[in-house]
């Protein structure tokens, strides 16, 4: 049974990596938030690392870490000088760090697996499931940086339960995570109660790793950047926008929300992960780091989700935690004999998700080219129907479109205008007077919910107002100005 586990888990693996192969290098799942990763490495790219967060033009600002847009931007850079165009070489960049990080991330689901006693096959199941999800699959699929700091965590709490741990390596893993994701702290947190009533001299060494990678990062990254890297990240992740709190309740009820839109079903794993998770306070010298780093990373995200901004991506963390508790159930089951009927309940779940999975990545995704997928095509037309340059930049909420077309974007991250608006209103009204006074050739705007949560309303108003689209029937708007021979309501 064991092997048949495997072989499932193979094949869960094997159609995941056959789609992302087949969209290495066009638009598929390429969205506002992935333009504004790119939009980030693209100015490094331009010698410009954290743009000011408005130089009289064009508006900055990103919550995004140092360690992603500087690893994207550089395997750009090596793919320019293969002779890759600049905008294929920022998206393939992208996406093939997403693979190493994903990857890395199951692998070490699966490691993690083996030291709770699964068997090899169950393990992989367990790893594999999380590419069953949608979280998963964006995390592999699109250009989003949530998988490398979880991967970090997991590989420090791998180390730190190995029987010769080398704390002060671990504590460089868990700094470098920081630098990947603001709130890649729950596994620091979690060995650090685990340390301070087993080993404090451990802990000493892991914070001292910590503390020395964290001061070599940060300082270099302010060198890097002229000292901007600190008004980005700082002041605008801890800043607050007009986006509402959604607060303690709020946060539990958007988990349950996006749980319920895009992983639901991964809750029928739930009570089998949660039994292994239980299995775990039985054994408490053993499982003391494992459910202590779990607990933290519960509370993060639940933190985390307070902010109205944050989205499904970040649900990533928590269903890493699904797939740690259902290994530690198979190993829980197999020590006592019972693997047979524990793995019979395991590959009934997952025979039916990777059926209906499967079943969609083969229809959506395979072929391309046979198969038709609404935004990868949108997407495709927009960039086609964007007017050649004529001296005025390009107004997009989503900064992949300006890179497309060889142009810097002049608003880097749309989510973050709204922030920085907050605390220097005359930069939204910047950005409304150029738009009233036509200064861009064209807009490019898309009519989804996410980026209508993110695009500033009174900024989106005045475009409606003095723009107007080639195409209205499609979802992405390709706008251009309405001049007094369009007044009436003539498509340009």
């Not at 165009?85 to 991330?105: D, K, M, N, Q, W």
């Amino acid at each position: 049974m064991d092997v048949i586990a495997a072989v499932i888990a193979g094949v869960i693996c094997l159609i995941a990596l056959r789609v992302f192969f087949v969209h290495l290098d066009d638009l598929y799942w390429i969205n506002i938030v992935s333009g504004a990763w790119l939009a980030q490495a693209n100015e490094v790219l331009h010698g410009n690392a954290y743009p000011e967060l408005f130089d009289g033009e064009r508006v900055g600002g990103t919550r995004f870490m140092v360690i992603p847009i500087a690893l994207n931007a550089a395997l750009a850079w090596v793919l320019d000088l293969a002779g890759m165009a600049r905008p294929e070489a920022l998206t393939v960049a992208g996406r093939l760090l997403s693979l190493i990080a994903t990857s890395g991330l199951v692998y070490m689901i699966y490691r993690l697996g083996l030291r709770l006693g699964a068997m090899r096959g169950f393990a992989a199941l367990a790893a594999a499931g999380l590419l069953l999800t949608s979280p998963g699959q964006l995390a592999l699929h699109s250009i989003r940086y949530d998988a490398p700091s979880a991967a970090l965590q997991l590989g420090a709490l791998l180390w730190a339960t190995s029987q010769r741990p080398r704390w002060l390596w671990i504590g460089v893993l868990l700094g470098i995570a920081i630098f990947c994701k603001t709130n890649a702290v729950w596994a620091g947190l979690g060995l650090t109660c685990w340390l301070l009533f087993t080993d404090r001299r451990a802990l000493g060494r892991m914070y001292l790793g910590g503390t020395i990678t964290v001061a070599v990062i940060a300082l270099a990254a302010h060198l890097w950047s002229g000292g901007r890297v600190w008004e980005n990240i700082l002041g605008l992740t801890f800043s607050a926008g007009d986006e509402p709190k959604r607060g303690a309740v709020g946060s539990v009820q958007a988990i349950a929300d996006y749980w319920i839109r895009f992983a639901k079903l991964s809750g029928l794993l739930l009570p089998l992960s949660l039994l292994g998770w239980v299995t775990l306070t039985g054994r408490w010298r053993e499982g003391a780091p494992y459910l202590l780093v779990a607990f933290w990373a519960v509370m993060v995200a639940w933190y985390s989700f307070s902010d109205g901004g944050v989205s499904y991506n970040h649900l990533l963390d928590l269903l890493v935690l699904v797939s740690v508790g259902m290994a530690a159930a198979a190993g829980w089951a197999s020590r006592r004999r019972w693997w047979v009927d524990g793995g019979a309940y395991v590959m009934l779940i997952f025979v039916a998700m990777a059926a209906v999975v499967t079943g969609h990545m083969t229809r959506e995704a395979i072929h391309p080219g046979d198969a038709y997928d609404d935004l990868t095509d949108e997407v495709r037309v927009a960039v086609d129907l964007i007017p050649p340059p004529d001296g005025r930049p390009i107004f997009a909420a989503d900064s992949f479109f300006p890179i497309a077309a060889g142009e810097r974007p002049q608003i880097m991250d749309m989510f973050m205008l709204r922030r920085i608006a907050r605390r220097d209103p005359s930069v939204r009204q910047m950005v409304i007077d150029r738009i009233d006074g036509h200064a861009y050739r064209a807009v490019v705007l898309q009519e989804t919910w996410f980026e209508s949560k993110l695009v500033d309303p009174k900024v989106r108003e005045m475009v409606l107002s003095r723009y107007q689209s080639i195409d209205p029937t499609q979802t992405i708007l390709v706008m251009l100005p309405i001049t007094e021979d369009h007044a009436e309501g003539e498509t340009p």
